[in-house]
């Protein structure tokens, strides 16, 4: 067994063996918990296992899925889980039930299957997940992704769900990803914004030929045809129209993967950035009403600088994220590509341009031989400023037996900020689960436990989903805050918190979707550091109503509920 | 590999310390005793009484490549040349000056000519095929030494070109026998870098790396081999150990072309551009008007903010080369840094144009 440099230190560490490696490792590994602990489906119950529909002639869509979503769909205020499956398609007949699965969260750190009752097994091939209440009830709503038709499922406030899929017009055939629900023209009702992957409608599925091993191989995206991505607007009225046609959403074609919606200019007007997978990124800047009634969208991905590498050349997205990283008031980016890309960071620079600073961040170093997937920046120890979590795996599961360096199975990879504002890979020092090595795919970040600290779910490709425990954010102190909009959309999607302690203020813009298939807890966890209450604390609110809630002396370690225009209730 | 065409020579000036004799006889001992500054300087004193003296021009062109100032040997060598164009021995001169500052395309164009005039000239066609093979034109390497192969299957030297060439040019069979051939004269630096050279060809970059790492502890200064492992080590994830090999090509070989543009390149990614600028430029001195430099350099100007010089770059590209997709690229970005939306727009539309022309050309769209 061939041990990679990790690997022999967390045993080396586990066995005592590596004094002064480094200062945790001095220590014996019962002294210094991991950061993030895997929580075994013996002890979870979470006993789905992913279906990848492996076959021999490696249909592309075997490898891209699933998503997973943190949501508290009964409104108990615990965290509940969604986990998608693949399903009969055009190529695949499954020979035994393959299904989705709702886990009920028993408030004591194991989980109960409820599935069947919900209604949420879905016919479809699965690949992700958004979860948003689009009609404004309370009541978070489940939309599921798919090779062959989308499905939207509507939260009926009684532990069951109802597919109003074609009521709502929101069928999307295809092959779809990621999906994020915005409310990109602030009246108030999230719309929906939903990636398309590549045409891959051929009656007889491709197949790029054998490999070097003489074996048919998942094709590389870039043989396959672009297409645009779709825009549904919310009538209000349970109805979606799509909404795309004629602005720069249609004429993008792409291979969407993963997007997130969030203000890159701070205009008050939510954006799209769309990764792409071998073709460029698209950045669409929302611009406000257009002519004749429609809305004005301005794709500005290539004159940016986001999207394409510094030298030119698309690269392969998949997952992405958004967060004001470096504290600047102003979101900055982030792109996950395949290996020997590296991934990108790209700061704002404060004029609807970017700068890939992933080589400062110690991301391009780390990134270089991985092919990431699910991520997400958040403040995984509560010290006050954004990390980064990031999910690998190579798409190919061949890809070892011809390449010495690049594996299908990939570490985790933990980024954590420090006071030089920079961000440093600590995952060497965070855990076992950092040393083993996986098909991850989607990622979502959920404190299901309520202690204060986000925990992260994974989505393994046919295996058993990772639930990961959070443990380094032990000693400091939290607040979480669940907003909820009234003229807003309920979710507060597009919300600012702005807060200060001790004189320090600082910011936070409630962005949707990112990472890959998946979806967030939608509470906001704000770190304080050693700081045991903030002293000032605003709730910018996005319009129709733009008001600003003001709390002051808000004491740590606790969930509030702030309702637009009322304050904690 | 110098070769001063040491000639005897009678002037017919005289100056009033020197008789003209007595001035290149002494430059010549000079230049035989290694006092080469001494040498320069004596010759150029005589050619101020004689411009036309072209033997005496051969030899102090001579004494300037053994300096290291080879911008000034080739002035030198150039006007020997226009005045006496068949000495061979001049042009091999000039070639290797070229050869030296890493223009190997300039001495590429030479070696062929003395290769035409002079073929039996061993030194002039396996520098010859050197070059080929440093700008990958593997089929010439192979039509020059396959002749030379049959005639002196033992010669080392030709087996080692040739079998890159082959191996190069994806005949493998052919060239692992001249592989063989080394191997039996015992392990060789030469033999590990064929074998790396073929492993990379097929994609095999960890197998290379190890058998470009044998090749250095045999030989370190076997040409391109700190080049050829540095590569690898870029490919298998080891930036840092890849740049010191390509440091320690150009320890070998300051002109080596491509240590000095990847250099250059990874320093720009780390966004240190002051020094790469310094590696790109030494890149360019060996490959005046490379694309591939110049794009760089032109990144860099985009990331330092300079717009315009970038602009001029990026229009002078891509006027030579209408489809380098990835200029156009910096080129839109330019122009709308530069508040020139329309030109911006143009140039974004060519970008897609090619990329829908080069996405038309998949075999998963055809199919359906």
Not at chain 1, 98 to 109: E, I, M, P, T
Not at chain 2, 69 to 82: G, N, S
Request: aromatic share 10%.
């Amino acid at each position: 067994m061939n041990l990679t440099r990790r690997r022999w230190l967390w045993l080396a560490a586990a066995s005592g063996l590596a004094a002064g490696t480094s200062h945790l490792w001095s220590q014996s590994a019962d002294a210094v918990p991991p950061l993030f602990v895997d929580i075994p489906p013996s002890k979870s119950g979470i006993s789905w296992v992913h279906d990848n529909a492996f076959s021999q002639d490696h249909y592309l869509p075997e490898t891209l899925g699933p998503g997973c979503a943190f949501l508290d769909f009964d409104n108990d205020g615990w965290m509940d889980i969604f986990l998608v499956n693949s399903g009969p398609s055009d190529f695949w007949k499954p020979t035994k039930p393959v299904r989705n699965a709702l886990y009920k969260n028993n408030r004591d750190g194991t989980f109960t299957d409820v599935t069947e009752k919900a209604g949420l097994s879905g016919t479809q091939f699965g690949m992700g997940v958004a979860v948003g209440d689009y009609d404004n009830d309370g009541w978070p709503d489940i939309f599921v992704t798919a090779y062959g038709k989308c499905t939207l499922y509507k939260n009926n406030h009684n532990g069951t769900f109802t597919d109003v899929t074609e009521n709502a017009g929101v069928a999307t055939l295809g092959w779809t990803t990621s999906a994020v629900w915005v409310d990109y023209d602030n009246d108030g009702r999230l719309d929906l914004f939903v990636c398309s992957f590549v045409d891959y409608s051929g009656e007889h599925k491709f197949g790029c030929g054998d490999n070097k091993l003489g074996k048919r191989y998942y094709c590389i995206p870039r043989v396959f045809k672009p297409t645009a991505s779709f825009l549904y607007h919310n009538n209000g009225d349970g109805t979606f129209t799509e909404v795309s046609t004629g602005t720069d959403i249609a004429k993008a074609m792409g291979k969407g993967l993963g997007v997130v919606a969030t203000d890159i200019n701070n205009d008050g007007r939510t954006d799209l950035f769309v990764a792409n997978d071998t073709v460029q990124n698209f950045l669409f800047v929302n611009r406000g009403p257009g002519p004749n009634g429609g809305w004005k969208w301005d794709e500005i991905g290539l004159q940016s600088g986001v999207g394409f590498s510094e030298s030119g050349q698309p690269r392969s997205g998949m997952g992405v994220d958004a967060s004001d990283l470096f504290g600047s008031g102003w979101q900055d980016l982030f792109v996950a590509n395949v290996d020997h890309e590296m991934f990108s960071v790209y700061q704002n620079n404060k004029d609807e341009t970017f700068q890939d600073v992933a080589s400062a961040n110690e991301v391009a170093r780390s990134t270089r031989l991985l092919s990431g997937w699910g991520l997400k920046y958040f403040d995984y120890d509560n010290d006050g400023v954004i990390d980064l979590f990031l999910a690998n795996g190579h798409p190919d599961d061949m890809i070892g037996g011809y390449s010495m360096q690049v594996t299908y199975k990939e570490p985790l990879l933990l980024f954590h900020q420090g006071s030089d504002h920079k961000l440093h890979d600590v995952s060497d020092k965070a855990g076992p689960i950092f040393h083993q090595d996986f098909a991850a795919r989607g990622l979502a970040v959920g404190d299901y436990d309520n202690d204060g600290a986000m925990d992260v779910l994974i989505g393994i490709n046919g295996d058993r989903p990772l639930l990961l425990q959070n443990n380094a954010a032990k000693g400091n102190n939290w607040l979480g805050i669940k907003l909820e909009g009234v003229q807003c959309n309920r979710d507060a999607v597009g919300a600012r918190i702005d807060w200060s302690i001790l004189g320090k203020k600082k910011s936070c813009l409630k962005s949707n979707g990112g990472s890959y298939l998946s979806s967030h807890d939608p509470r906001v966890v704000l770190g304080l550091g050693d700081a045991t209450k903030i002293d000032q604390l605003e709730i910018h609110w996005p319009a129709p109503s733009k008001q600003v809630d003001k709390l002051t002396n808000v004491a740590a370690n606790r969930y509030l509920r702030i309702v637009e225009g009322k304050g904690v209730v | 590999m110098w070769k001063p065409t040491l000639l005897l020579f009678l002037a017919l000036a005289a100056t009033a310390q020197q008789s003209p004799q007595a001035l290149v006889q002494d430059a010549m001992n000079r230049q035989k005793a290694g006092d080469l500054e001494g040498a320069v300087k004596g010759y150029r004193e005589f050619l101020k009484i004689d411009p036309k003296a072209t033997p005496i021009r051969s030899n102090l062109g001579a004494a300037l490549a053994g300096l290291g100032r080879f911008d000034e040997a080739i002035v030198e060598y150039k006007k020997v040349l226009r005045d006496a164009p068949s000495s061979t021995s001049t042009r091999l001169n000039l070639a290797l000056a070229y050869y030296k500052m890493g223009r190997v395309a300039d001495a590429a164009t030479e070696l062929s000519r003395v290769h035409r005039e002079a073929p039996t000239n061993q030194q002039a066609t396996l520098l010859l095929a050197d070059c080929y093979l440093r700008m990958d034109q593997n089929k010439d390497v192979i039509s020059i030494l396959e002749p030379v192969e049959k005639t002196d299957p033992e010669n080392l030297a030709v087996a080692y070109l040739l079998g890159t060439a082959l191996i190069r040019d994806k005949q493998v069979e052919k060239g692992q026998v001249l592989v063989d051939r080394i191997l039996r004269n015992g392990e060789s630096a030469e033999a590990h870098l064929m074998l790396g050279t073929a492993k990379f060809g097929v994609a095999d970059f960890a197998g290379a790396r190890d058998e470009f790492a044998k090749a250095i502890a045999l030989n370190p200064n076997l040409p391109e081999v700190h080049m050829l492992y540095a590569q690898t080590l870029s490919v298998t994830g080891s930036p840092e150990e890849s740049m010191k090999e390509f440091k320690a090509e150009l320890a070998v070989d300051p002109y080596n072309f491509q240590s000095n543009l990847q250099i250059g390149a990874m320093l720009r990614k780390d966004q240190n551009y002051g020094e790469a600028k310094k590696y790109l430029e030494r890149a360019l001195q060996t490959r005046p008007g490379d694309l591939g430099v110049r794009y760089q350099v032109a990144a860099i100007e985009i990331s330092e903010g300079k717009f315009d010089q970038a602009r001029a770059h990026l229009e002078s590209i891509v006027k030579e080369s209408p489809e380098f997709t990835e200029a156009h690229v910096s080129l839109s970005i330019a122009y709308f840094r530069l508040k020139r939306p329309e030109d911006g727009k143009r140039e974004r539309e060519i970008v897609e144009k090619l990329t829908a022309e080069a996405q038309a050309k998949q075999p998963g769209v055809k199919s359906q």
